[in-house]
């Protein structure tokens, strides 16, 4: 059953919220893939840009974040 925004998410409480994105079937994000022997480390700096711009067009703040080879993390304040 899906549940609304203001259900999930009291800022009151924390402002502050831990976000995870995942690639599926042993894609990967960047770094080297062992299997192929490609290097897919050029995506990091895209990546990084991505979320400057994301942050400065909504209203969060990027208070850390980790790019690992297939998936990140990311640790969001809401503004």
């Not at 009291?10 to 599926?24: A, M, Q």
């Not at 703040?61 to 990140?72: C, R, T, V």
Request: charged content about 25%.
């Amino acid at each position: 059953m899906t549940r609304s925004r203001k259900t999930i998410i009291d800022l009151e409480t924390t402002p502050y919220y831990h976000c995870i994105s995942r690639c599926v079937r042993r894609a990967f994000l960047c770094g080297e893939d062992h299997f192929s022997g490609q290097s897919y480390e050029h995506r990091r700096e895209w990546i990084v840009g991505r979320l400057a711009y994301l942050a400065n067009t909504f209203a969060i703040e990027i208070a850390s974040y980790a790019i690992m080879s297939n998936h990140y993390h990311l640790v969001l304040r809401v503004d």
